[in-house]
């Protein structure tokens, strides 16, 4: 049976290989594929990397060594889903090193310009409480966050 799982395809600009690398050493559950390379009469380099497969929790991606006429925006990000203040702080760590962007509301870019959402799965459910009063605190303690603090927004939802 043929796989039949989406895959994301997402165009960098000559270094899509040191992307996947990236992306494989910050998740645990991850995993580099094949590498296709350019050959002789086609747009790039004969040799050099033109797509490497990789998996992230499971998720499947290609990087595509499109070259310079795209450029990644936040039309467009990846969320993380996390049980804990720990896994968001090394998320962000991570994601934001090297020339990476914090953004608001748990939003980043990394250093490739890809967008990011690290999501404490906590949060979700502070801000979609029933109790619409606490819900809204919530949310307005989120909204004034560049990382998400569990504990901050816990405390703003307690009133």
């Not at 994301?8 to 494989?24: K, R, S």
């Not at 760590?93 to 939003?107: F, N, Q, R, S, V």
Request: with cysteine; charged share 25%.
């Amino acid at each position: 049976m043929t796989d039949k799982a989406l895959t994301t395809c997402l165009w960098f600009d000559g270094n899509g290989e040191e992307a996947a690398n990236f992306y494989a050493s910050v998740f645990d559950d991850a995993k580099i594929g094949r590498i296709g390379r350019y050959v002789e009469g086609e747009h790039g380099t004969p040799g050099a990397v033109m797509v490497v497969e990789f998996e992230l929790n499971g998720q499947k991606f290609i990087a595509l060594n499109g070259g310079p006429q795209f450029k990644f925006n936040e039309a467009v990000s990846f969320q993380i889903p996390c049980e804990n203040q720990e896994e968001v702080d090394y998320y962000w760590a991570k994601l934001t090193a090297d020339g990476g962007e914090e953004g608001p509301c748990g939003w980043l870019k990394d250093k490739f310009g890809l967008s990011w959402q690290v999501v404490p799965n906590r949060v979700i459910e502070l801000i979609g409480d029933a109790d619409t009063v606490k819900a809204a605190r919530a949310t307005e303690a989120m909204y004034a966050m560049k990382k998400l603090d569990i504990a901050a927004i816990e405390k703003a939802h307690a009133g």
